[in-house]
Each structure stands twice: as structure tokens, then as C-alpha cells.
């Protein structure tokens, strides 16, 4: 309510006429007075909901003229709020693909991600860097910079959003697939040397959740389409040890328990790349 009655920006894109029988002004309040009840009955508690819509309403993406009218049209959940926020800044599915990547990286990785992270990890040249500030200004309410200059989701209920189908989403549009940030991120490690225990765990992660080196037996894409007898995990096995010296391996096994994103499927990977010298369980 305050922020609605000490913005005049907002004030400007909410307006109302004359019924015959009072004044604007008092048409304006009453108006006012029934956007304040909606959004509050509309937001079931979520602090989002109403930051969200009164963004869009202060820029002018959105305008109220009658409470019968206006309010049907206003976004009225969550869902429906990110739906027309990205359907503004992205209104075609190309110009949406590298805030997608942007958004995969964030939640493919195990801990908050730096703006200059992202662009070394999507191999940024001068143009991408500029295409990733870009985007990066209209996904800001969404995927938010902290003091320390990390990056974080605004709210869970985003993330949620974006990574699964609900009956309240309108489209599938700007559903983003965690792997795809995992995959990125091993065409990243394939270009660099592994040489620290972190950076070997966090290798391990993204190799378990990648598919870049999964075998498709229908369409036949695969990294290398002669090894097809090989299995998912024998090909990834391999890749492990080709990357990661065998004593790295083992210094990850003294700490990987330590490491919450770490799941049994990585455990697994790394039992059998250390074959009988080291067990994990």
C-alpha cells in the first residue's frame, strides 16, 4: 500500500473516469483501495507476488482502468507473473536461448556463480560478453547480484518454475534443463587442467549429471558412435581418469563426504575409477 501511494510513476499508469455520481479523485481511491485488497488476497502471503506486479506496473508493461476490466487481465499467481516477465524481455524463443543458458549454469552449479564465471564457462568473446551484460540487465529482478558479486536465484519458487511443468504454467517456453548447465560445464573442463581436490569434485559432479557422454541407442548420438558397447558409466569411468590424475583421485575420497551436493551416482563413478585401491561408502 505504501509503495503504491509514494510512487507517482505507479500513480500514473492506474486511472479511472467519471461514473456521473462521484469525482475522479474519488474514483481514483476506491479504485486504489481495491488493487490494495487484490493483490494482497492475490499474493497468499508471498512477498514476490505484489514486488513483481508493482515493477511491471511502474515501468508500464502493465495498466489498470477499471477494477471489473484491469484486474481480470492482471497476472493472477506467480506462474503467470514470470510468464509475462520473461514473454517481455524475451519475446522470441532464439532471443531467450542464452539467458537460458545463463539460468542452467546457475542451478547445475554447487555454489553461487560470478557474472565473469558465466562468461569464461559459455567461452565469452567480446560479443558474447556484451550479449550476456545485456541479458543479464533484464533477467536482474529474476537472478539477483549479491554484495559479494555472486549470483542468486530471487526466490525457490522461481526455481521451481523454471525447472518443472505445472498445470498453472501457460507454456513450456522458458523451461530450462539443469543438464544442460552440466553439460556446459564439462565442455568447459575439457579445455582446462584439473588440478586441485575442489576442482576435481566439481568435476565429478557435472560429469554424473552431464549427457554429453551418453550413448542414444535410437538416434545414435553419442560422443563416439564406435563405442556404443560401452556404457554410460564405462564411458564416463574413462573420462574421469583421463582427466584426473589417480592421486587427486584418491585425496577426493579422504574429503568427499564432506561435499552435500555430492550424490551416490558420483560416489559410484569414483569406486570404480579407483577400482580395489579405494572404496567409498
Given at each position: 500500500e505504501?509503495?503504491?501511494?509514494?510512487?507517482?510513476?505507479?500513480?500514473?499508469?492506474?486511472?479511472?473516469?467519471?461514473?456521473?455520481?462521484?469525482?475522479?479523485?474519488?474514483?481514483?481511491?476506491?479504485?486504489?483501495?481495491?488493487?490494495?485488497?487484490?493483490?494482497?488476497?492475490?499474493?497468499?502471503?508471498?512477498?514476490?507476488?505484489?514486488?513483481?506486479?508493482?515493477?511491471?506496473?511502474?515501468?508500464?508493461?502493465?495498466?489498470?482502468?477499471?477494477?471489473?476490466?484491469?484486474?481480470?487481465?492482471?497476472?493472477?499467481?506467480?506462474?503467470?507473473?514470470?510468464?509475462?516477465?520473461?514473454s517481455?524481455?524475451?519475446?522470441?524463443?532464439?532471443?531467450?536461448?542464452?539467458?537460458?543458458?545463463?539460468?542452467?549454469?546457475?542451478?547445475?552449479?554447487?555454489?553461487?556463480?560470478?557474472?565473469?564465471?558465466?562468461?569464461?564457462?559459455?567461452?565469452?568473446?567480446?560479443?558474447?560478453?556484451?550479449?550476456?551484460?545485456?541479458?543479464?540487465?533484464?533477467?536482474?529482478?529474476?537472478?539477483?547480484?549479491?554484495?559479494?558479486?555472486?549470483?542468486?536465484?530471487?526466490?525457490?519458487?522461481?526455481?521451481?518454475?523454471?525447472?518443472?511443468?505445472?498445470?498453472?504454467?501457460?507454456?513450456?517456453?522458458?523451461?530450462?534443463?539443469?543438464?544442460?548447465?552440466?553439460?556446459?560445464?564439462?565442455?568447459?573442463?575439457?579445455?582446462?587442467?584439473?588440478?586441485?581436490?575442489?576442482?576435481?569434485?566439481?568435476?565429478?559432479?557435472?560429469?554424473?549429471?552431464?549427457?554429453?557422454?551418453?550413448?542414444?541407442?535410437?538416434?545414435?548420438?553419442?560422443?563416439?558412435?564406435?563405442?556404443?558397447?560401452?556404457?554410460?558409466c564405462d564411458?564416463?569411468?574413462?573420462?574421469?581418469?583421463?582427466?584426473?590424475?589417480?592421486?587427486?583421485?584418491?585425496?577426493?575420497?579422504?574429503?568427499?563426504?564432506?561435499?552435500?551436493?555430492?550424490?551416490?551416482?558420483?560416489?559410484?563413478?569414483?569406486?570404480?575409477?579407483?577400482?580395489?585401491?579405494?572404496?567409498i561408502?
Open positions: 505504501a509503495r503504491i501511494f509514494g510512487s507517482a510513476t505507479i500513480l500514473s499508469h492506474i486511472s479511472t473516469v467519471s461514473d456521473g455520481t462521484r469525482s475522479l479523485t474519488r474514483n481514483k481511491n476506491v479504485l486504489l483501495a481495491k488493487l490494495v485488497d487484490f493483490i494482497v488476497r492475490q499474493s497468499q502471503g508471498s512477498y514476490l507476488y505484489p514486488s513483481m506486479l508493482l515493477n511491471l506496473l511502474s515501468t508500464g508493461y502493465i495498466t489498470i482502468r477499471s477494477a471489473t476490466t484491469s484486474f481480470r487481465n492482471l497476472p493472477q499467481n506467480l506462474s503467470e507473473i514470470f510468464q509475462l516477465y520473461l517481455i524481455q524475451f519475446p522470441t524463443k532464439t532471443s531467450y536461448e542464452l539467458a537460458a543458458k545463463m539460468f542452467s549454469l546457475c542451478l547445475a552449479s554447487p555454489r553461487p556463480l560470478f557474472l565473469p564465471q558465466i562468461k569464461r564457462l559459455l567461452n565469452g568473446s567480446q560479443d558474447t560478453c556484451t550479449r550476456i551484460n545485456t541479458d543479464f540487465k533484464k533477467i536482474s529482478d529474476l537472478l539477483c547480484l549479491r554484495s559479494d558479486g555472486s549470483l542468486v536465484f530471487v526466490h525457490p519458487e522461481f526455481v521451481t518454475w523454471l525447472t518443472s511443468t505445472t498445470s498453472t504454467r501457460e507454456s513450456n517456453r522458458f523451461l530450462v534443463n539443469i543438464q544442460d548447465g552440466h553439460n556446459i560445464f564439462l565442455q568447459y573442463y575439457a579445455s582446462v587442467d584439473i588440478l586441485h581436490t575442489s576442482e576435481a569434485i566439481d568435476f565429478l559432479h557435472h560429469l554424473t549429471h552431464a549427457t554429453l557422454m551418453d550413448f542414444d541407442e535410437h538416434s545414435g548420438n553419442n560422443i563416439n558412435n564406435n563405442n556404443h558397447y560401452l556404457s554410460n564411458r564416463k569411468v574413462l573420462y574421469l581418469t583421463f582427466k584426473v590424475d589417480q592421486r587427486l583421485l584418491k585425496k577426493c575420497c579422504r574429503v568427499i563426504r564432506f561435499y552435500s551436493f555430492i550424490t551416490s551416482d558420483s560416489i559410484q563413478l569414483l569406486n570404480i575409477a579407483l577400482g580395489s585401491e579405494t572404496s561408502e
